[in-house]
């Protein structure tokens, strides 16, 4: 995956955070990330990503 195509999945993840419902922004990143971890099928790896990606929150 190139950056464009990280880019363009920033750009749909952003417009799907601000179309849902303030109410439902958790229960939609809770889903999505299952689903993302689903199709990794690595439950190591989606571990290593959750920490990634909390640094520096």
Do not use: C, S, T, W
Not at 22 to 48: C, I, M, S, T
Request: proline fraction near 2%; aromatic fraction near 6%.
């Amino acid at each position: 995956m190139n950056v464009a195509d990280l880019e363009r999945i920033y750009d749909l993840l952003a417009d799907v955070i601000d179309a849902v419902p303030e109410d439902k922004v958790r229960v939609f990143l809770a889903k999505f990330g299952l689903l993302a971890a689903h199709a990794l099928d690595d439950a190591q790896q989606v571990a290593a990503l959750i920490d990634n990606a909390k640094a520096d929150l």
